[in-house]
């Protein structure tokens, strides 16, 4: 069992420039979610989907874009790159239950903007 | 609003003594309580949760947490600490919306 992929594991970018990040689950989760992590800062929200078509913005979501054409499939788009969004990109998933469920990480994305 | 707040971002322990690490929280509502661990470039994995019921919650690697609705605490212990241990912890609350708010983190080291 997979659980859940990132890709790429490691990305430069220059100013300006955009990419995205993959995130894959394979255990039919309906909720998914993206994460940043910076060095004494814990985990910010950036975006979070409660099942495919639907997505929210989270605590930090400037400078990002999301989308949920499946339920296994979260990609995150960075547009126009810049210092601040260095950072390492983490993706979760959980499952539906009447309270909040485990959260279910992908390994990361370190992300360099220069 | 809900608030995560985890006292020492890092914390030094002898193998084979205590463990404790602080986390205090904030919510209107009844909360859900999670402490995570994250290895060196490893994502976050779950060590054990508060939802309901028992206050004294019991997880993996021998850790434990106890629930404290008086104190807004969710501190996790561990009896006595092993080289593995060494990680970084995340306290983490949610309100049910599926949302969870993480705490800044502390980073346990183990001294041989």
């Known amino acids: 069992n997979a659980g859940v992929t990132q890709t790429p594991k490691f990305r430069i970018l220059k100013i300006g420039q955009s990419m995205t990040l993959q995130c894959a689950q394979d255990?039919?989760?309906?909720?998914m979610y993206w994460y940043r992590q910076d060095p004494g800062m814990g985990l910010k929200l950036i975006y979070y989907?409660?099942?495919?078509?639907?997505?929210d913005k989270g605590e930090v979501p400037n400078g990002y874009n999301v989308s949920r054409s499946t339920t296994e499939d979260f990609p995150l788009r960075l547009e126009l790159a810049a210092p601040s969004q260095t950072s390492v990109y983490f993706c979760?998933?959980?499952?539906?239950?009447?309270?909040?469920?485990?959260?279910?990480f992908g390994e990361g994305s370190r992300l360099t903007v220069l | 609003a809900q608030s995560v707040t985890q006292l020492g971002s890092h914390v030094s322990v002898s193998e084979g003594a205590l463990v404790l690490l602080r986390c205090n929280y904030s919510?209107?509502?009844?909360?859900?309580l999670f402490w995570y661990v994250q290895y060196p470039n490893q994502g976050l994995q779950l060590l054990l949760k508060y939802t309901t019921g028992a206050t004294l919650v019991k997880g993996i690697n021998g850790f434990e947490a106890e629930f404290k609705k008086s104190e807004t605490s969710f501190h996790l212990t561990k009896p006595s600490a092993h080289m593995s241990d060494a990680a970084e912890y995340f306290c983490a609350v949610s309100s049910g919306t599926y949302k969870y708010i993480f705490g800044t983190g502390t980073r346990l080291k183990v001294l041989a």
């Open positions: 979760a998933s959980s499952y539906s239950s009447p309270t909040p469920g485990e959260l279910f």
């Open positions: 919510s209107s509502v009844p909360p859900y």
């Open positions: 255990m039919n989760h309906n909720y």
């Open positions: 989907s409660v099942g495919a078509g639907i997505t």
